[in-house]
């Protein structure tokens, strides 16, 4: 199977989230909080709520009307800002700068690349500026730590053996990595990540398990990974700042690509099966390669079920082909099981569902119940 990871595996060591990078780096660039006004406005108007004694549930979900593009767009006006002000050494000295950045007008690099080089540095210091680790990983742990036991362990098993094959993630931080491959002596680490289409392709050890980023992949320090390129390891290279999916124009030029390397990866996943954890399951992306494949294979059993006497036969044996992918996630309180919603949240399930995705509720992620489920399917 294939483990889907989303930031929620990461919030434990105290990286950000999306919105949280993006105003971090926009306050960085431009000198102003991005959500400053929109959150003392919906403080307000909770408090407010709360005082009218209007439900809890209402409350959760007040909002500010968003666009549902609006950190790809708002992470695209930070890179075309730096576009600009780039050669600008009083702008230059304002972000902190490393000092190779001053030699950007002899770098035979062009606009584009120095432009990408500077604003994946700023993510880089926004991720992991807050990072930490927890202290009792050994009695409690985290999500994270879960997670890279079961593919370190996978990682020394022979391949018939194994039950996690790859990982695919959209987060473009390396603590999987790191954890997994912490103490490894090996020349080929047990995680090997990759976020550009030209490292596709056989590694050179069967005891190595790809970690494949498709928003790009930021690490704390680049000369940690080589680039195997099929006749030998390739040292310090840097990172894939061209690969990063953050900017509306970065999304169309790899995410966006039907025949693109992200979509190439996860489309050769789901002909296995997903476990999706940490992700909303909200993103458009993930909702489109589902139905792709759904409707593909749900057309071709039609195809071959021309002449089937009960249609109810038809459409079960379709659910029964397609339910082979599974969403971990916390359970709402309020939460009754087989009850039909009309509720946003629960028609989000349906529709997984029909896709064939399986939520697989959990108490907490700290929860006994998950951990010890946790254990028996993957380090038992």
Not at 110 to 126: C, G, I, K, P, Y
Not at 254 to 281: D, E, K, Q, Y
């Amino acid at each position: 199977m294939t483990l889907v990871l989303g930031a929620g595996v990461s919030i434990a060591r105290g990286l950000p989230l999306w919105s949280d990078l993006l105003r971090e780096v926009w306050r960085r660039v431009f000198r102003k909080d991005f959500y400053a006004h929109d959150g003392e406005l919906i403080r307000r108007a909770k408090e407010s709520c709360r005082r009218a004694g209007l439900p809890v549930d209402f409350i959760e979900r007040l909002d500010v009307s968003r666009h549902p593009f609006e950190l790809q767009l708002a992470f695209e006006q930070i890179f075309d800002h730096l576009r600009w002000l780039l050669g600008d050494s009083a702008f230059r000295k304002r972000l902190a700068l490393p000092k190779r950045f001053d030699k950007l007008g002899a770098s035979r690099a062009s606009n584009e690349q120095q432009t990408a080089d500077v604003f994946s540095h700023l993510l880089r210091e926004a991720l992991y500026r807050r990072r930490r680790r927890p202290t009792n990983l050994a009695t409690n742990p985290d999500t994270l730590s879960l997670i890279a036991r079961a593919v370190q362990r996978n990682a020394k098993l022979e391949d018939h053996n194994r039950v996690i094959d790859q990982v695919i993630t959209f987060n473009v931080d390396d603590l999987l990595e790191r954890e997994v491959n912490a103490g490894c002596r090996r020349t080929v680490p047990y995680a090997v990540p990759i976020a550009r289409a030209s490292a596709v392709r056989p590694l050179n050890s069967a005891r190595a398990i790809p970690i494949y980023h498709l928003h790009g992949f930021v690490p704390m320090a680049s000369s940690r990974y080589n680039h195997w390129m099929g006749e030998g390891w390739i040292e310090n290279v840097k990172a894939a700042s061209e690969s990063l999916v953050f900017t509306d124009e970065q999304y169309w030029r790899t995410v966006g690509n039907p025949a693109g390397f992200a979509s190439r990866i996860f489309a050769s996943a789901l002909s296995g099966r997903c476990v999706f954890i940490g992700l909303s399951m909200t993103d458009v992306n993930i909702i489109r390669w589902l139905a792709q494949d759904a409707i593909e294979r749900s057309d071709d059993f039609r195809r071959l079920a021309t002449g089937w006497d009960d249609p109810t036969e038809v459409e079960s044996n379709i659910m029964q082909d397609l339910s082979r992918h599974y969403w971990i996630t916390k359970r709402r309180p309020d939460q009754v099981p087989g009850q039909i919603s009309f509720r946003l949240t629960d028609v989000l399930r349906n529709t997984l569902d029909r896709r064939g995705v399986t939520c697989i509720d959990i108490p907490s992620w700290h929860s006994k119940e998950f951990q010890d489920w946790w254990r028996a399917c993957f380090l038992s």
